[in-house]
C-alpha cells in the first residue's frame, strides 16, 4: 500500500486513502475516500433526471416496457427461425453432398479397375510413373463437374500397408490447400478402409488464406496400380451463407419494424388513457388550490368519460358542500362577534350589580352572602368568556392585529410570574425562572406574549400537583424561546397536538380551580402563529409537561429551529440508562425528542449558532439547545433539596409560594 512516510509505519497511500487526509499513527480513517464519494456523485448526477422522469411518467414506463418485451419476443422468435433455416439449409446440403460424393467415389473405382484391365492385357510397364499421372486426371475429371460447388482433394494412405510413391503427392482442384482436410478424419478415413466418413470443417484457399466453412466427406480407395489412397469431397457453405443471411436480414428489418410499430400502438393507446388521467391531476391540483370552478372536458361515452363524469360531479358537490361549510362558518364567526357584542351591555348592567351586592354582602345571612360571592365569581368568569369570544372571533376574521415593538422577555416572565404568585402559593408551587442572566430581545406584541405567558404558567401551577414550575428563557440565532415545564399529570400519547383544540379537556372529569373558559391555549397559538412563531406541547404521562413558545427575535422572519429542545432533558427516556449494546425500545410519546447536547448561552447580542431547519411547528423535531442546564429530576412535592437550590449559571431563580 505504498512506502512508508517518515512519520510511522502507516504508508501514506494507505493514509490517504482510508481517511482523505494524513492520520495520526494507528488512528482510523472513514470507511471511503472523499474522491471515491465524489466520483459516485458524479456518476450518479447524469442519471438523476432520468429516474425522477421514469418514476413520474407512467406513459414512458409502459411504453418501454412494451419496447422491451416486444424486443425479447422478436429476438426469441428470430433465433428459433434462424435455428429452424439452419438445421433445414444443412440438411439439404448434406443429402446432396452425400449424393455427389458416393457418384464420384464409384467413378474413381470404375476408373481404376479400367485401368487395372488396361494395364493387365498391355503388360506391367511404368506403372509408378502413371500412378501420379492418373490421380491428376482423376481429380480435374471428378472437379471438372462442380466448378464452385466442391472441391476435390487426393492424399495418400497413412495406413503403412503400401510404400510410398514420390510422384503420389497431394492432388487438389483449384486453389485448394490440401491441408484443409483435417487430420482426425484422415485417420478415420484409414480406419474405416472402404466406408467413408464425414465431417464439418474449413477450406483454406492457397495465396488468400482465407477460410470457410465446407462439409468435407471422404473415402480410402485403390488406384490403378492397387495402392491405397485418400479421395476427399470439399462442399463449401457459400450459398447457404447467402442464404441465410437473407434470412437474417429479413427478419432484423421485419423485427424492428414490429417493435417500432408495437411501441407507437403502446404509445397512442396509453395516451388515451394517461392524457384524461393527466387532465385530472391538474384539475384537482386548481381544485386544492381554491379554484372550485375547474371541470374536466368529457367526450364520448366509454369509461373514461364516466370516468370525467363523475370527477366533474365530485368536483360540483366538492364545490357546493365548500360553499355551505364557508357560509355556516361566516354565520358562526358572526353570531358569535354579533352575541359577544350584544352580551356587553347586559354584562356591564349584571357586573355593577354584582359588584354592589359583592360589597354589601356582610350585611346578609351566610347563605345569601354566599350566593353573592358565587354570582360575582361566576360574572367575573363570564366576562373573561366573553372576552375570549371576542379574540376568537377576531382570529378567525382575520382581524387581529400585531403590534411589534422591541421587548425583553424577562420582564414579560418577571410580571407573569408575580400575577400568577398567589395561585402558587394557594397550590403550593414555586415558579423558577432560568436563563434570564442575558437579556432575550424579541421584535413582538408584548400584550399578546404577556398572555401567552399567561395562560402556559397558569396551567402550569394548576396541573403541577404542588411540584416546582420552571420558567426558562433563550436565544439563539434568530429565534427567541420561553419553556414552561411543570412535573405534574403530565400528557397521553397523542394529547400534545389536541391540547390547543378549542374546550378540549385531557379529563373531562377535572374541575377547572382557576375559572378558565378552555379558550386560552387556542388564543394562545393563534397569537404564537401571529407572531410566525410556533406554540408546541410535549408531556409523558405522570411525568409532566412542557410548552415552548418560540418567535423570530426580528418581526417578518422565518424560524428555523428553537433554542430550546422541545423534550426536557430530565424526561423519563433521557434519564434512563443506556446501554450500548441493548436496542432502544421507541418512546411513550410521539411528540418527544432526543436530549440534546449541552451548550452555554450566547448573549443576545451575540452570533448564535444557527437552528436546526428540520423543526416544524408541532412535531417536536430536534433543535438546537442554547439555554442552561435543567433539573436533573422533578422536585415531588417542593421536597427535593436541589431543585430549590440556586447556582449561578441558572439566572435568576425566584422561589414562589413556599
Known amino acids: 500500500m505504498g512506502r512508508p512516510d517518515p512519520a510511522g509505519e502507516i504508508p501514506l497511500l494507505r493514509r490517504l486513502w482510508s481517511g482523505g487526509h494524513l492520520l495520526p499513527d494507528g488512528a482510523s480513517g472513514g470507511p471511503a475516500h472523499p474522491l471515491i464519494r465524489l466520483f459516485g456523485r458524479w456518476v450518479r448526477r447524469p442519471l438523476l ?9 407512467i406513459q414512458l414506463r409502459v411504453v418501454a416496457t412494451t419496447l422491451l418485451m416486444s424486443l425479447g419476443v422478436v429476438l426469441l422468435l428470430g ?13 439439404a446440403k448434406r443429402h446432396a453432398a452425400q449424393g455427389q460424393a458416393v457418384g464420384g467415389f464409384e467413378v474413381a473405382e470404375q476408373m481404376a479397375d479400367r485401368k487395372s484391365d488396361t494395364r493387365g492385357q498391355d503388360g506391367a510397364g511404368a506403372d509408378a510413373q502413371d500412378s501420379g499421372t492418373w490421380l491428376n486426371a482423376l481429380v480435374e475429371q471428378l472437379a471438372s463437374g462442380g466448378k464452385g460447388a466442391y472441391s476435390v482433394v487426393a492424399l495418400s494412405s497413412d495406413s503403412g500397408e503400401t510404400p510410398y510413391v514420390a510422384s503420389r503427392g497431394p492432388r487438389a482442384s483449384g486453389d485448394v490447400q490440401p491441408d484443409s482436410v483435417p487430420a482426425d478424419l484422415r485417420r478415420r478415413v484409414d480406419e474405416g478402409r472402404t466406408a467413408p466418413y464425414e465431417r464439418y470443417g474449413k477450406i483454406v484457399h492457397a495465396g488468400s488464406g482465407d477460410a470457410e466453412p465446407a462439409l468435407i466427406i471422404g473415402k480410402r480407395l485403390d488406384d490403378n496400380n492397387g495402392d491405397a489412397y485418400q479421395l476427399y469431397y470439399l462442399f463449401p457453405f457459400t450459398q447457404e451463407e447467402k442464404s441465410l443471411s437473407l ?3 429479413t427478419l432484423a428489418t421485419a423485427g424492428v419494424f414490429v417493435v417500432v410499430l408495437l411501441g407507437a400502438i403502446a404509445w397512442v393507446v396509453v395516451r388515451q388513457v ?7 391531476a391538474g384539475i384537482s391540483e386548481r381544485l386544492a388550490a381554491g379554484l372550485l370552478q375547474e ?6 361515452e366509454d369509461d373514461i368519460a364516466r ?5 366533474n360531479k365530485m368536483a360540483q358537490n366538492l364545490q357546493l358542500k365548500i360553499q355551505q361549510l364557508e357560509e355556516l362558518s361566516r354565520m358562526q364567526r358572526r353570531f358569535v362577534s354579533d352575541v359577544s357584542h350584544e352580551l356587553r351591555t347586559p354584562l356591564t348592567t349584571v357586573r355593577m350589580a354584582a359588584d354592589v351586592i359583592h360589597e354589601a354582602r356582610e350585611d346578609f345571612d351566610p347563605i345569601t352572602a354566599r350566593s353573592a360571592e358565587l ?5 367575573d368568569r363570564f366576562e373573561s368568556l366573553l372576552s375570549d369570544l371576542l379574540e376568537i372571533s377576531r382570529f378567525d376574521a382575520g382581524a387581529a392585529a400585531l403590534e411589534a415593538e422591541p421587548i425583553d422577555l424577562r420582564d414579560v416572565v418577571h410580571r407573569v410570574v408575580d400575577g400568577a404568585e398567589p395561585l402558587a402559593e394557594a397550590k403550593g408551587t414555586r415558579i423558577l425562572v432560568r436563563g434570564a442572566e442575558a437579556p432575550v430581545v424579541a421584535e413582538a406584541d408584548p400584550r399578546r406574549v404577556e398572555r401567552v405567558l399567561r395562560n402556559l404558567v397558569v396551567n402550569a401551577v394548576e396541573h403541577g400537583e404542588g411540584r416546582d414550575v420552571v420558567v426558562r428563557l433563550a436565544v439563539a440565532g434568530g429565534a427567541v424561546a420561553v419553556a414552561v415545564r411543570d412535573y405534574g399529570v403530565g400528557l397521553k400519547p397523542g394529547e400534545a397536538t389536541r391540547v390547543f383544540n378549542r374546550f378540549w379537556r385531557a379529563d373531562p372529569a377535572r374541575a377547572r380551580t382557576t375559572g378558565g373558559t378552555g379558550l386560552g391555549l387556542s388564543i394562545a397559538v393563534e397569537d404564537a402563529r401571529l407572531h410566525g412563531g410556533w406554540l408546541q406541547a410535549w408531556g409523558e404521562p405522570g411525568g409532566g409537561s412542557q410548552f415552548r413558545l418560540t418567535l423570530p427575535r426580528t418581526a417578518g422572519d422565518a424560524l428555523r429551529g428553537s433554542p430550546i429542545p422541545l423534550e426536557p432533558e430530565d424526561s423519563r427516556r433521557n434519564r434512563r440508562p443506556v446501554d450500548p449494546g441493548t436496542p432502544q425500545a421507541p418512546a411513550e410519546h410521539p411528540v418527544a425528542v432526543p436530549a440534546q447536547p449541552r451548550s452555554a448561552l450566547p448573549p443576545a447580542d451575540a452570533a448564535a449558532p444557527s437552528a436546526d431547519p428540520t423543526a416544524l411547528p408541532g412535531n417536536g423535531a430536534r433543535v438546537v439547545r442554547g439555554g442552561p442546564e435543567a433539573p436533573s429530576d422533578g422536585p415531588q412535592g417542593g421536597q427535593g433539596p436541589s431543585a430549590r437550590q440556586t447556582t449561578p449559571n441558572e439566572g435568576e431563580s425566584r422561589p414562589r409560594g413556599r
Open 307 to 311: 370516468l370525467g363524469e363523475s370527477f
Open 79 to 91: 433465433l428459433v427461425v434462424i435455428g429452424q433455416v439452419r438445421n433445414g439449409l444443412l440438411d
Open 49 to 57: 433526471p432520468a429516474a425522477r422522469l421514469w418514476r413520474r411518467n
Open 295 to 300: 371541470r374536466m372536458k368529457v367526450t364520448g
Open 274 to 280: 394517461v392524457t384524461p388521467v393527466r387532465m385530472a
Open 247 to 249: 434470412v437474417k436480414g
Open 375 to 379: 354570582l360575582w365569581g361566576q360574572v
